[in-house]
């Protein structure tokens, strides 16, 4: 099993910075990948960043280039760094963690319990 627990959530105003930080504790040298999903209200939860145990990063479209996703040298820790904050960022983020089975080549994920982000002046 994996614990995520996710910090740095706030209210910050448009153009604002905000960094949110995700522990992970458990069995986490199985990790492919962790990341960042949001989910605001009334839209599906999306992608935001993820980072795989290799060191690859992907980025939603929408955050490329404000968005900066980072991890510790433990490999325990996933940052995101958010800078230059629209009000179409405001959502509930989430981290995310997931492997596969050996096996089975199953995807198995898990989830922080979120973490509200709102960008209003």
């Known amino acids: 099993q994996v614990q995520l627990v996710e910090s740095g959530g706030g209210l910050v105003q448009p153009g604002g910075s905000l960094r949110l930080s995700c522990a992970a504790s458990g069995s986490i040298s199985r990790l492919y990948a962790m990341g960042w999903y949001r989910q605001a209200p009334g839209n599906q939860r999306e992608l935001v960043a993820a980072?795989?145990?290799?060191?690859?990063?992907n980025y939603a479209d929408a955050v490329k280039g404000r968005f900066t996703i980072s991890r510790d040298n433990a490999k325990t820790t996933v940052y995101l760094q958010m800078t230059s904050l629209k009000p179409e960022d405001t959502a509930v983020y989430s981290c995310?963690?997931?492997?596969?089975?050996?096996?089975?080549?199953?995807?198995?994920?898990?989830w922080g319990q979120g973490t509200q982000v709102t960008v209003s002046s």
């Open positions: 995310n963690a997931y492997r596969f089975s050996i096996a089975t080549s199953n995807r198995y994920d898990y």
């Open positions: 980072i795989t145990s290799g060191g690859s990063t």
